[in-house]
């Protein structure tokens, strides 16, 4: 199991939304639910969630962030199910919104999709007014993986994954990292960081033109 490249990452986005323009385009009424399972990917990637975290939220568990008003209701996101220890009930966090246009993609489905289902709270609702199951997320991830042609390891948590490296690749301090993910220890979140080839080349790049730099270039 490994993270996702950014551009893995961006082709299961452009894959899921290309689904839901296809079956708008054809008159299917299955553009919603593939809107839902596209903002639903979204959304685990933009607040590294892992997917039971995911598939238990309400709308409810989104709300605003006074310290970050351009996000509006969707400033943090307020976890019920997080992973439990041994024997303990699950455990709760808030994390906060940190991706811009999570905040609208989160937007646009909600105010415009998912009323059609007319579900009530669950914020991923199924057709028949439940809520989607886990096994359905891995489900959608393997056919688009497939679809796309992705490597076999490649699975949803694998999104969560993803968060924690671009995030520290971006420079985001490590503890805050490992705030919003909810580990207890740092060495958690150190087991979830895996920089790509790409961020180390860079890094090595910018370290040799600073260490190779002719004399006096940029000095006057």
């Not at 679809?147 to 694998?158: K, Q």
């Not at 919003?180 to 033109?209: F, M």
């Amino acid at each position: 199991m490994r993270p996702l490249t950014r551009g893995e990452v961006q082709a299961v986005f452009d894959h899921a939304d290309g689904k839901v323009a296809r079956a708008r385009r054809l008159g299917h009424k299955g553009w919603v639910a593939a809107f839902r399972d596209a903002t639903l990917f979204k959304t685990i990637y933009a607040f590294g969630l892992r997917r039971r975290e995911a598939v238990m939220l309400d709308l409810a568990d989104f709300s605003r962030n006074a310290k970050a008003a351009e996000f509006g209701r969707f400033g943090a996101c307020h976890v019920r199910y997080g992973k439990a220890m041994r024997g303990s009930p699950p455990r709760r966090r808030t994390v906060l919104t940190v991706m811009a246009w999570s905040a609208e993609v989160l937007a646009e489905y909600v105010e415009t999709v998912h009323p059609l289902y007319d579900a009530g709270p669950p914020m991923w609702p199924t057709e028949r007014g439940g809520r989607i199951r886990t096994g359905y997320v891995d489900d959608r991830f393997a056919q688009y993986r497939t679809e796309l042609g992705l490597p076999p390891e490649l699975n949803p948590h694998g999104l969560r994954r993803s968060y924690v490296t671009h995030l520290i690749e971006d420079g985001w301090d490590p503890r805050f990292v490992q705030l919003q993910c909810g580990h207890s220890v740092a060495s958690s979140t150190a087991i979830y960081t895996g920089v790509s080839s790409d961020y180390r080349n860079s890094v090595l790049r910018r370290a040799l033109d600073a260490a190779f730099k002719p004399p006096g270039e940029g000095t006057g």
